[in-house]
């Protein structure tokens, strides 16, 4: 289907769904390609937008308050930026969309940039002491129950849940932390490091509860009991839920967009439609995309990191500005780190279970391998696509300027007598401590 070039003038209006990285960025580069319209940037925050990484880090901790972790506005960008204005309907034949204050704001181009949610499993009970943590608002209010609190239940052993065990531990309350893989982080590291850095995690006086998922929530005495699928029971003060998040695409529905499983985008990331076409003039960038990221695969995938919503948000706005001109593909090295307990743990690049791993050990024969420094690489089709590493900066810089100038990195040949794998050993400890 053709699409039509807008014609950029005064009257042209962009609006802009989502106040996070993603759409910050893609007002920025509106500007900076010359735009000249009008732009709408459309906000369901209240105030300014923050650096949500911190909600689960400094927040938690009391290293920061909420207006510390705000972001600046640019003024001199002229975008309307409409705070507490949540989009709940969208009328793509007239080009239209309605907020929860009853407004409609109209449109030419469309950046779709509303991120994820996150939510309490269907069927928990909410009440005192029950918490997700995504929002600033969130996270201050769990800062202040921790305030009172001594003993609290993390259910989800990724980033976020990992992160805010280590924040609790900090202030000298218990943690516990419950999850379905006997190791954390796995989509985010894979299973050798997360039995590492899991390991670290136990050392550090967070109880491990792995390998079991939660069958049932109740709150008895003004505590919570968390009934696991072993028969056992975590009581707690607290109980934080950080067990993932979904696209939010809620408003799309009936519109005639693709919001299977996320905003499905083309190569470029122009919005698809239910009927495999892409929509005139809508575009999509940040954590509720699903497109082709051609660097690893043809098949639809989500980057869902702060780095990426940023790249994505340039290149949709470039994209949107094209019209049906031919733009190139958006191709993302998906790239993050965390730092907990004092392991800084940097990733890189697209990894599966399938791919050729390759461990190296900084201090080979120390028993602390992730404190000590550690990496693993990723090879598919002897081409290094993913990389992991643990208190290992230097080394995970020089190897990632190769990988995001796009030089190939061939698998090394593997000694002929291998040693007990890292994997291993380090799952014998982790025993050993929990």
Not at 224 to 249: F, Q
């Amino acid at each position: 289907m053709a699409r039509r070039s807008i014609a950029y003038g005064w009257s042209d209006r962009i609006l802009v769904i989502g106040g996070g990285p993603a759409g910050m960025a893609a007002t920025e580069e509106l500007r900076r390609q010359g735009f000249a319209g009008d732009i709408t940037l459309l906000c369901d925050e209240p105030d300014a937008p923050y650096d949500r990484p911190a909600c689960s880090k400094s927040l938690l901790t009391g290293h920061a308050r909420p207006q510390d972790v705000r972001m600046p506005i640019d003024g001199s960008l002229e975008v309307n930026w409409m705070h507490g204005r949540r989009a709940v309907e969208i009328d793509m034949r007239r080009r239209s969309v309605l907020t929860q204050t009853d407004e409609e704001y109209p449109f030419d181009g469309l950046v779709l940039a509303t991120g994820s949610y996150a939510s309490l499993p269907k069927g928990w009970p909410a009440g005192p002491g029950m918490h997700v943590l995504h929002s600033v608002d969130e996270a201050w209010q769990l800062r202040r129950d921790l305030r009172n609190a001594e003993r609290i239940a993390i259910v989800g052993g990724g980033i976020t849940g990992c992160e805010t065990a280590c924040a609790v531990r900090e202030l000298a309350r218990e943690a516990v932390m419950i999850d379905p893989k006997p190791y954390v982080m796995g989509r985010a590291v894979g299973e050798p490091v997360g039995y590492l850095i899991a390991e670290e995690h136990a050392r550090f006086g967070v109880e491990m509860r792995l390998g079991r998922r939660v069958k049932e929530v109740e709150r008895r005495r003004g505590r919570w009991r968390l009934l696991l699928d072993d028969g056992s029971s975590v009581h707690a003060d607290i109980v934080v839920a950080t067990l993932g998040e979904k696209p939010d695409t809620d408003f799309l529905e009936g519109a005639g967009i693709d919001i299977s499983r996320g905003i499905l985008c083309d190569e470029s990331l122009r919005v698809v439609g239910t009927e495999g076409e892409t929509v005139e003039g809508v575009v999509a960038a940040g954590a509720a995309v699903r497109w082709p990221n051609l660097l690893y695969s043809n098949e639809p995938m989500m980057v869902g990191q702060w780095i990426a919503a940023v790249e994505m948000g340039h290149a949709a706005a470039r994209t949107l500005l094209a019209g049906d001109r031919e733009m190139p593909p958006v191709g993302i090295v998906p790239r993050y780190w965390t730092l907990q307990n004092g392991l800084r743990v940097m990733v890189a690049g697209d990894f599966k279970p399938t791919d050729h791993i390759v461990m190296t050990e900084m201090r080979p024969g120390r028993k602390d391998t992730a404190r000590a420094g550690v990496m693993a690489s990723y090879y598919r089709d002897d081409e290094l696509v993913g990389l992991i590493a643990v208190n290992a900066a230097r080394a995970f810089t020089e190897v990632t300027r190769a990988m995001l100038i796009d030089t190939p990195v061939r698998v090394a040949p593997k000694p002929k007598s291998q040693p007990e794998s890292t994997r291993t050993a380090s799952r014998r400890r982790l025993a050993a401590v929990s």
